[in-house]
């Protein structure tokens, strides 16, 4: 009988253990999942398509005639409006050589709002509504604004904040001459 329970008692133990090694096992594998998946300088930029305000789509991802920027932002950000003229001033500046898509957190956001941010720092860009938030979720955007600087061949080249005007035009450029 004691050799019985025993067996019993091993079995148990064995069993509780397999189970405490998966579980952690796979807790692990979820921790790592959203790392190895998140956007990296000199990987791949994560592909998505998306409306702007002047209802034309624009894509995000792969080959592209041009450098790209990708500015995520939201109306009630101040560090966005205090960013917003360099990027008016960069774009400008390098018109034809890069493209700059402003991607606005829409979640957070009013359109109301949006379009009149919009219009008082006239962007001359394309702007795109991420409706859902959900490309700024596959961009592990935690902070706004973020800039994705994204080379000719759709490598991510470099993650930004706000910058200097002088950095930010050192950056386009350095992106721009690959």
């Given at each position: 009988m004691l050799r019985k329970n025993m067996m019993i008692l091993v079995l148990v133990v064995f069993l509780a253990g397999f189970a405490v090694y998966q579980n952690a096992r796979?807790?692990?594998k979820e921790t790592l999942l959203p790392t190895e998946q998140a956007p990296k300088v000199n990987f791949l930029a994560p592909n998505f398509t998306l409306k702007g305000?002047?209802?034309n789509d624009y894509?995000?991802?792969g080959p592209r005639e041009k450098p790209l920027l990708v500015n995520f932002w939201a109306s009630w950000c101040g560090p966005c409006e205090e960013e917003a003229p360099d990027l008016v001033r960069v774009y400008n500046?390098?018109?034809?050589?890069f493209d700059l898509y402003a991607v606005n957190v829409t979640p957070?956001?009013?359109l109301e709002n949006i379009k009149k941010f919009v219009e008082r720092y006239q962007y001359p860009f394309p702007v795109m509504l991420d409706k859902q938030g959900t490309n700024a979720d596959t961009y592990r955007v935690v902070a706004i604004p973020t800039s994705?600087?994204?080379?000719?061949?759709?490598?991510i080249r470099e993650v930004?904040?706000?910058l200097s005007a002088k950095d930010?035009?050192?950056r386009i450029e350095n992106l721009i001459k690959g």
């Amino acid at each position: 009988m004691l050799r019985k329970n025993m067996m019993i008692l091993v079995l148990v133990v064995f069993l509780a253990g397999f189970a405490v090694y998966q579980n952690a096992r796979n807790a692990h594998k979820e921790t790592l999942l959203p790392t190895e998946q998140a956007p990296k300088v000199n990987f791949l930029a994560p592909n998505f398509t998306l409306k702007g305000l002047d209802g034309n789509d624009y894509v995000i991802g792969g080959p592209r005639e041009k450098p790209l920027l990708v500015n995520f932002w939201a109306s009630w950000c101040g560090p966005c409006e205090e960013e917003a003229p360099d990027l008016v001033r960069v774009y400008n500046k390098y018109q034809g050589q890069f493209d700059l898509y402003a991607v606005n957190v829409t979640p957070g956001d009013k359109l109301e709002n949006i379009k009149k941010f919009v219009e008082r720092y006239q962007y001359p860009f394309p702007v795109m509504l991420d409706k859902q938030g959900t490309n700024a979720d596959t961009y592990r955007v935690v902070a706004i604004p973020t800039s994705f600087l994204i080379d000719k061949n759709g490598v991510i080249r470099e993650v930004i904040h706000v910058l200097s005007a002088k950095d930010l035009d050192k950056r386009i450029e350095n992106l721009i001459k690959g």
